[in-house]
Nanobody, 125 residues
Framework: QVQLVESGGGVVQAGDSLRLSCVDS????????MGWFRQAPGKEREFVVG????????YYADSVKGRFTISRDNAKSTVYLQMNSLKPDDTGVYYC??????????????????WGQGTQVTVSS
């Protein structure tokens, strides 16, 4: 059974920083990649960042390039999302996800097999 637990969300002001963490506690399930998606009220869940577990290759949505950084700790099965220069448009529920299949599409929702419950990020202007 795979369980993803996110932490680090909160309420901040524009320009502030937050760091999200996500631990994958699944056993006997290979991790090929992990990512973060977000969903604002009334909007579809959208890709934010992703990282390939073996190569470390990273993927970023254009809206967060230069502000957000994803990193991983393979030994801890943990992925981190450092968010700097936050904007009100970054507000939403942030979901961590794990891809358990080789050849997954890192920018696509259906590329991921397991999802966390989400953590709220609110950026006030």
């Amino acid at each position: 059974q795979v369980q993803l637990v996110e932490s680090g969300g909160g309420v901040v002001q524009a320009g502030d920083s937050l760091r999200l963490s996500c631990v994958d506690s699944g056993r006997f399930v290979a991790i090929y990649g992990m990512g973060w998606f977000r969903q604002a009220p009334g909007k579809e869940r959208e890709f934010v960042v992703g990282i390939a577990w073996i190569s470390g290759s990273t993927y970023y949505a254009d809206s967060v390039k230069g502000r957000f950084t994803i990193s991983r700790d393979n030994a801890k099965s943990t992925v981190y999302l450092q968010m700097n220069s936050l904007k009100p448009d970054d507000t939403g529920v942030y979901y961590c996800a794990t891809a358990g299949r080789r050849g997954y599409q890192p920018l696509m929702r259906d590329g991921y097999d397991y999802w966390g419950q989400g953590t709220q990020v609110t950026v006030s202007s």
